[in-house]
């Protein structure tokens, strides 16, 4: 064996926390924020690009950035932290790195080849991560020769605001380098949570029914869509509703991952994308970004008022909520994390007033089934089926917490 091969020399960089130095493939939004995670939290960072172009724009942004944070007390020198910063444009600025964190377009072929190309370059200790969001990371960890250095570390957007990290595991990812991958997300002061290397991982597949559910109400017509929006923010708690929220974080991102789902799913009806946004997305109505989406975000636009029927807004929020804890329950029968795990994960990465698991307890879960019953005796649709666990739950009469 190499003298710097094994277990420990694959653990050993990655505790020494503010002394490994972190390379950041991709200075798009997602790399050049976690380039400043792991800058403000003390580590020297390499961030490469092959576009010269955004590799300035992140260089100036993150000046402006610190700055800013600087001002507001929020960090005692942005001069400090910038000076911990190389911007390159070579793979070869890599070669001391401890840890190298991937954040480039989302193609499975191009993120396996650039694992490769690196590989090449960092030592045996180097451990590889991908922010992917969508892509299998045994795949990705499959193109390198030491797989078990490989792992999926999934931040969300924008990464020094957002609190969660759901830290993957590919099938071939050595099992003690998830302890130290977690302990390394906490010394930057994130919220890491373990996930199963399955589509979605915790957030993109617990929180689909929060859009589809809504889209097939307001496509049925029971609703419009402000009026859905109304009942989960007022009644439901939600930050922003199912409507706004997928125009602000785009059609062309939103309607992307709900098809990688479905499809990743082997076609799961549960997933199902609806043509509702497949047609605005095809209209290259965006969202907010465009100007137009499900709302109208031109100037002088008359923004459609609910009707704020309580009754009906109650009905709207139980059965986007139902949906939700289905999918947070069958995600915990299937081990993809653990109960605390994925509480935090939709109150951290996705900011839900409450996590699914224990808003079931809080709701009841008799009443949770009990909706979700009637509707699949209303639809006969598999879509609306109830996960195994939570009908266990309601004949034990037992809590999730
Ligand atoms: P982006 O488009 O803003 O940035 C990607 C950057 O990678 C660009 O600057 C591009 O020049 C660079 N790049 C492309 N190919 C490259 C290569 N072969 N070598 C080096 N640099 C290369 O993309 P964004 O939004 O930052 O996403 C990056 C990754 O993070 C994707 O895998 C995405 O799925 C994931 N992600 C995105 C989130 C989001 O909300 N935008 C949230 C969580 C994960």
Redesign the pocket.
């Known amino acids: 064996m190499h003298p710097c091969g094994g277990i420990n020399a694959l653990i050993f960089p990655i505790k020494m926390n503010r002394d490994i130095i972190v390379g950041v493939?991709?200075?798009?939004?997602?790399?050049?924020?976690i380039a400043q995670v792991a800058a403000v939290a003390g580590h020297q960072v390499v961030l490469?690009?092959?576009?010269a172009?955004?590799?300035e724009?992140?260089k100036t942004s993150l000046s402006a950035t610190l700055q800013k944070l600087q001002e507001k007390g929020k960090l005692e020198s942005a001069e400090e932290v910038l000076a911990r910063f190389t911007f390159a444009g070579e793979?070869s600025a890599f070669t001391h790195c401890g840890l190298i964190i991937?954040?480039?377009?989302?193609?499975l072929e191009?993120?396996k080849?650039?694992f490769a190309e690196v590989e090449k370059i960092v030592g045996p200790g180097c451990v590889l991560a991908?922010?992917?969001?969508?892509?299998s990371i045994t795949s990705i960890a499959a193109a390198c020769g030491k797989a078990s250095r490989v792992l999926g570390l999934?931040?969300?957007?924008?990464?020094p605001v957002m609190a969660l990290v759901e830290v993957i595991p590919a099938v071939q990812t050595d099992e003690a380098l998830v302890g130290a991958a977690v302990d390394l997300m906490r010394a930057w002061g994130k919220v890491p949570v373990v996930a199963k290397d399955t589509p979605g991982f915790i957030v993109n597949r617990v929180a689909r029914p929060f859009y589809s559910e809504a889209i097939r109400i307001y496509e049925e017509g029971v609703a419009d869509m402000a009026t859905i929006d109304w009942a989960m923010t007022e009644l439901g708690g939600f930050r922003m509703g199912p409507f706004t929220l997928m125009d602000y974080?785009g059609h062309d991102?939103n309607y992307v991952v709900t098809e990688t789902v479905f499809t990743s799913f082997f076609f799961d009806p549960r997933y199902k994308p609806s043509f509702s946004q497949k047609r605005l997305l095809e209209a290259g109505w965006l969202g907010r970004k465009t100007g137009r989406g499900f709302y109208n975000y031109a100037e002088g636009a008359v923004q459609p008022e609910p009707n704020r029927d309580v009754a009906l807004g109650n009905e709207i929020k139980e059965r986007i909520l139902a949906m939700l804890i289905n999918e947070a329950v069958d995600a915990l029968h299937l081990n993809i994390a653990s109960a605390k795990d994925l509480d935090l994960a939709m109150t951290k990465g996705v900011n839900y007033p409450k996590g699914l698991l224990q808003w079931c307890d809080d709701w009841g879960a008799d009443k949770c089934l009990a909706r979700l019953d009637s509707l699949y005796n209303d639809y006969h649709e598999d879509r609306y089926r109830a996960s195994i666990l939570l009908r266990k739950k309601v004949d034990g009469g037992e809590k999730f917490s």
Do not use: R
């Open positions: 493939i991709g200075s798009g939004a997602m790399g050049a924020g490469y690009d092959t576009n172009a955004a590799l724009k992140a793979l991937e954040a480039i377009v989302e193609k191009i993120k080849s650039v991908s922010n992917t969001s969508s892509l999934h931040f969300f957007n924008p990464a974080i991102v």
